[in-house]
């Protein structure tokens, strides 16, 4: 019962972790993309920008190494199938498609809290309106209609404000250091044994006595006294000096220190075997490099700019200032040590912030000279005000720092931890103020096109625009095939190839198809091997497929499955493999679908490098590595086409068993009986082959098959029952065995002393024997 309990409260657990995960996911799903089509030399060319997070990312990535597990371990049972001709083959090639692929930093990765972004932003605007000219006013992007540019120079502005904001606070607590070292030491040394005494509580005690003078009654009298008792206790403590030595220098400049500092504090214990903190413990060095010639314009004609948020200037800014987050939090985890001062998180939240100005500056005369003008003053007036405010907040955190003696942080450490949280809420403000315009562009799409968009709502639209694009005869059709033998037989299955996407209902992928027959290697057979010695060689109809795999956000393209179904009383033999050359297919997995089997089988697709990326892979290594690595991808391209092999069953049979072509369509059970004495008992064919004369009728040739197969089922049969009556021998002579008694010879009482010829009497004694219960 308490397992049960036990059980149950996990299941609990785990449901409530799921709905917790969904909730999660519903807040970071994806948003949509931003598509842009335009035709050039007749192909279409995609550029998209989308919305991704890292945690969809990796739960995808999850699942499919999961479920690749599972069908790895399912794929181990499959058995290898030899065949002897092919009237059928399907060729399946996986080619490169839309790839977009743009890395994102991981300080990028964090959501943007709108609620909490949008006040942040109301409050900037009112207190920048108070900065500004009268003729100058702020506006919100989403509360005034604007032009897709304005966003790039919210984007520039927001991008100059938050680095000249980062150099005037690296400024001010590190000086003009190009590469800051910082390091620490701290120590705890003993300084000397105290006695101090520690009073307690004061206890007053009233004591009443009562005195009789004579002895007659009501002569008493009653007297009290009250008296005062306090504890004094006498405490040994043990006093340590505290000290933290830091120093930071420019290593640049030859390792020309920038400041070197000592705090110090009293801390006592009451033992002296024991330090309150380690005697001596150094700290790893922090260094961090200042970078002061980052863009501050963006080049809106690159090829990776995608938005105002998603090009390379953003980027590389971005990827700065997750370095400086970085050393900002090594840094307080050093100074603090774990402790906060309420003066620094109170004047940081006074202390205006430009780099969370997002935000439009116009003239009440719009011009283009006029707009220019009203974002230098704006970018002025900004950060004016943010020097204003540090210099009157620092003040008040030295002073509040000098009264506080509790904490190891004097009024230097104290400024320099101010300008660390500040440095921290700079790096935030203007990830939140870049993503505030992805996110606003996300909504504006969303508006525009009524809905929120999609993978599948993206390849619902590739499907309308190749149809738009294509003539019918070249259109990508569905890889969804029937199995048959001629174009007027009923269809002994089907096999599909479906793509594993978020819809409910999995679809199959729409291919390129060619008929190669005729192409390849001029129609001559195929072959493929099933041994170290056996070579099959088949013929038949050979089909071409080329796939366009999109894929969104870098990620890998969408796992793909092959679904291979068998009607009732049909089956056929699917052979998995790659193409090596014009007449070779290597057969790697083989399974025989028959009698309304349904098999799915995974396709996991492993793109490889592009030429681009490949040469810029090899470009910096050695000749003979160069040489390895081209030889190695030459024979990758070599045999990365896919193929899939389809042998029919029933043509098969009649041809190796010399039967007429449709012999076998209504021959159910003879068909049954043939295929299971080929794939049980591997009886060869030519034990069942007709052998009579060839101008026999196509009954007297099916009698005859009839009769050897009935001829070696006989054989079968009589082996088995033979088997049969040879086990329940075996069986019974071990039961018995087991039961039999135990026979002793014993000399006769009866027999006289010297009688030879006498024998002895066979006493009989039954023992039992134990047996296991």
Not at 320 to 332: E, G, I, Q, T, W
Not at 387 to 411: I, K, M, N, Y
Not at 479 to 504: N, Q
């Amino acid at each position: 019962m308490r397992r049960r309990r036990t059980s149950v409260a996990r299941a609990r657990y785990r449901g409530e972790e799921r709905d917790s995960i969904l909730d999660r996911w519903d807040e970071k799903r994806m948003a949509g993309w931003l598509l842009l089509y335009r035709r050039a030399a007749g192909m279409l060319f995609v550029d998209f920008g989308g919305w991704l997070f890292e945690r969809e990312s990796t739960r995808r990535k999850e699942g499919r190494r999961q479920k690749g597990r599972i069908h790895e371990r399912q794929g181990r049972k499959w058995s290898q199938w030899s065949g002897h001709i092919i009237v059928r083959s399907f060729v399946l090639s996986f080619c490169g498609g839309f790839d977009f692929d743009f890395a994102c930093s991981d300080l990028m990765m964090v959501p943007l809290e709108e609620s909490s972004f949008t006040e942040k932003l109301k409050a900037a605007v009112r207190r920048a309106s108070s900065l500004l000219e009268e003729s100058i006013r702020p506006v919100r992007l989403e509360e005034e209609s604007h032009a897709y540019e304005d966003k790039f120079e919210v984007a520039e502005a927001v991008t100059c404000v938050a680095l000249e904001t980062v150099d005037f606070l690296l400024g001010r607590g590190f000086g003009t250091g190009s590469l800051v070292t910082f390091t620490a030491v701290e120590t705890c040394d003993f300084s000397e044994e105290r006695e101090r005494e520690t009073k307690g509580p004061k206890v007053t005690e009233k004591i009443t006595e009562s005195k009789q003078r004579s002895f007659l009654p009501g002569t008493s009298t009653k007297s009290s006294s009250e008296t005062t008792y306090q504890v004094t206790t006498k405490v040994t403590e043990y006093a340590w000096k505290h000290e933290l030595s830091y120093t930071a220098k420019d290593d640049d400049d030859g390792g020309e220190p920038l400041f070197e500092r000592k705090a110090s504090r009293e801390v006592f214990s009451k033992v002296k075997d024991h330090a309150p903190f380690p005697k001596r413990k150094e700290h790893p060095a922090v260094r961090f490099a200042v970078k002061r010639d980052l863009p501050r314009k963006i080049d809106r004609g690159a090829a990776s700019c995608k938005t105002p948020r998603r090009n390379a200037e953003v980027e590389r800014v971005l990827a700065y200032f997750s370095d400086l987050a970085a050393f900002v939090d090594a840094l307080r985890n050093i100074l603090a040590k774990g402790h906060t001062l309420a003066a620094v998180e109170g004047s940081v939240e006074v202390v205006f912030s430009p780099a969370a100005c997002c935000f439009l500056t116009k003239m009440n005369t719009e011009s283009e000279s006029e707009s220019s003008a009203a974002v230098r003053l704006f970018e002025e007036a900004s950060l004016a005000e943010m020097r204003r405010t540090f210099d009157e907040q620092a003040g008040v955190v030295r002073r509040s720092s000098s009264e506080d003696t509790s904490h190891l942080l004097g009024p230097d450490e104290a400024e320099l931890l101010f300008c660390l949280a500040l440095l921290e809420k700079t790096v935030h403000d203007y990830r939140d103020s870049v993503s505030y315009l992805e996110s606003l562009l996300r909504h504006q799409l969303d508006a525009a096109i009524g809905k929120e968009l999609t993978a599948d709502a993206f390849d619902d639209y590739a499907l309308y625009h190749d149809r738009l694009l294509f003539r019918a005869d070249f259109r990508p059709a569905p890889f969804s095939y029937a199995v048959r033998r001629d174009a007027t037989s009923f269809p002994d299955g089907t096999v599909a190839i479906v793509s594993k996407g978020t819809k409910k209902k999995k679809d199959p992928i729409r291919t390129f198809a060619r008929d190669a027959t005729a192409a390849t290697a001029l129609g001559a057979p195929f072959k493929f091997a099933i041994g170290a010695a056996t070579v099959v060689t088949f013929d038949g109809p050979r089909y071409a497929h080329a796939y366009v795999a999109r894929t969104f956000g870098g990620r890998t393209p969408e796992p793909l499955e092959l679904v291979a179904k068998a009607r009732p009383f049909s089956g056929y033999v699917l052979l998995l493999g790659k193409v090596a050359a014009k007449d070779e297919f290597v057969a790697e997995r083989a399974v025989v679908v028959q009698s309304s089997d349904e098999v799915v089988v995974p396709l996991l697709l492993d793109p490889l490098p592009t030429p681009k990326e490949f040469a810029d892979a090899i470009e910096s290594l050695s000749p003979e590595q160069r040489d390895f690595c081209e030889a190695f991808r030459r024979m990758q391209l070599a045999s990365s086409l896919f193929g899939v092999v389809l042998v029919q069953l029933k043509p098969a049979i009649e041809k190796v068993l010399n039967l007429p072509r449709g012999a076998l369509v209504k021959e159910i059970a003879l068909t049954d009986h043939l295929m299971e004495l080929f794939i049980d008992y591997q009886i060869p064919t030519d034990i069942l082959a007709y052998d009579g004369p060839a101008d026999a009728d196509a009954t007297a040739k099916i009698q005859k098959v009839k009769a050897h197969v009935g001829a070696v089922r006989d054989i079968i049969d009589a082996a088995r029952d033979d088997d049969l009556r040879k086990t329940k021998q075996a069986s019974l002579h071990r039961k018995l065995k087991a039961d039999v008694p135990v026979m002793e010879e014993r000399p006769s009482l009866a027999s006289s002393d010297g009688d030879d010829d006498d024998d002895g009497l066979l006493v009989m004694e039954n023992y039992s024997h134990p047996r296991a219960p």
